[in-house]
C-alpha cells in the first residue's frame, strides 16, 4: 500500500489505504458517479468495520474499495458499493474491472462484490460472467433508474412515454396538491430547483420522521430496519 497524494499518468492501478486529494470531484461529480463511492460513505462504512481502499488507475480514473476482514483465517472479502463508476463503455468498464480483480487478489482479497449502474441493455453483465462473477442478493438497497428525454418534447408527448400506472399517480398527487420538498439543492439559483419547495425544518429532523415512516410501513408488510442511529448516520 502506498501513501502517495498524487494521481498518475501512467503505470499499474494502486491501492492506497490513504485518500488522494479531489476524490470526490473524480468519484461523485462526474456525471456518473456515486455518493457511496465518496468520502463520506467510506467514513461511515468504516465506523461499522469496513477498511476503506481507494484504488487509483493510471490516468485518474478512481473506485472506492470496501474490505471486511475474515475472523480467524485472514484475508478479505471486498465489495466496490455502486462502482467503479466512470468507466466509459462495457467494454473498457470491463477491462477497468478486471484490473481491480487483479490488483485485490494480490491484496488478499478472496472474494468481490460489485454493482456498479450500468445500461440494461448492454453487454456488461455478459463481459463480467465471463471474469466469473455471478448474480447475488442486493447488499445496498436497489435504486432502478429511468430517463425520459425532454428537449423538444412537449407536456402531452412527454405523457405519452410514461408507463399508465405512473402517470396516474402523478395526476393523483396533481389533485391532491402534494409538493415535493427538497433538502439537497439550493433553491431558486439558476433555475435550479424550481418547482420544488423550500424544508421548513432541519434534514436531520425530516429523516427522523422519514424512520417512522418506514417502520410503519415495515410493521404492515412485514420487514424491519436497522437500528434508528445507523439509518440516520
Not at 131 to 142: A, C, L, N, R, T
Not at 149 to 172: N, Y
Not at 194 to 210: C, I, M, Y
Request: proline share 8%.
Amino acid at each position: 500500500m502506498t501513501g502517495a497524494t498524487d494521481w498518475p499518468e501512467g503505470g499499474a492501478l494502486e491501492l492506497r489505504e490513504t485518500q488522494p486529494p479531489d476524490w470526490d470531484e473524480r468519484t461523485v461529480d462526474i456525471p456518473d458517479g456515486h455518493v457511496y463511492q465518496s468520502l463520506a460513505w467510506a467514513s461511515h462504512r468504516r465506523a461499522s468495520g469496513w477498511q476503506p481502499r481507494y484504488a487509483v488507475f493510471p490516468g485518474g480514473g478512481a473506485a472506492l474499495v470496501l474490505l471486511r476482514p475474515w475472523p480467524l483465517i485472514g484475508g478479505f472479502s471486498g465489495y466496490i458499493p455502486r462502482g467503479p463508476v466512470g468507466l466509459g463503455e462495457p467494454s473498457d468498464a470491463a477491462k477497468r474491472l478486471a484490473e481491480l480483480v487483479r490488483a485485490l487478489r494480490r491484496a488478499d482479497v478472496d472474494v468481490l462484490a460489485t454493482d456498479p449502474e450500468v445500461p440494461a441493455d448492454s453487454d456488461y453483465a455478459e463481459r463480467v460472467r465471463r471474469m466469473g462473477f455471478h448474480q447475488i442478493e442486493e447488499i445496498q438497497p436497489s435504486r432502478h433508474r429511468i430517463s425520459l428525454p425532454l428537449i423538444g418534447v412537449d407536456e402531452d408527448a412527454a405523457f405519452e412515454g410514461i408507463a399508465k400506472s405512473t402517470r396516474q399517480r402523478i395526476r393523483k398527487a396533481e389533485k391532491e396538491g402534494i409538493g415535493v420538498v427538497r433538502h439537497d439543492i439550493r433553491l431558486g439559483t439558476d433555475g435550479v430547483g424550481e418547482g420544488f419547495a423550500s424544508p421548513d425544518e432541519p434534514t436531520a429532523t425530516a429523516l427522523d420522521r422519514f424512520y417512522d415512516l418506514l417502520l410503519e410501513t415495515g410493521e404492515r408488510r412485514n420487514f424491519s430496519f436497522g437500528p434508528r442511529s445507523s439509518f440516520l448516520a
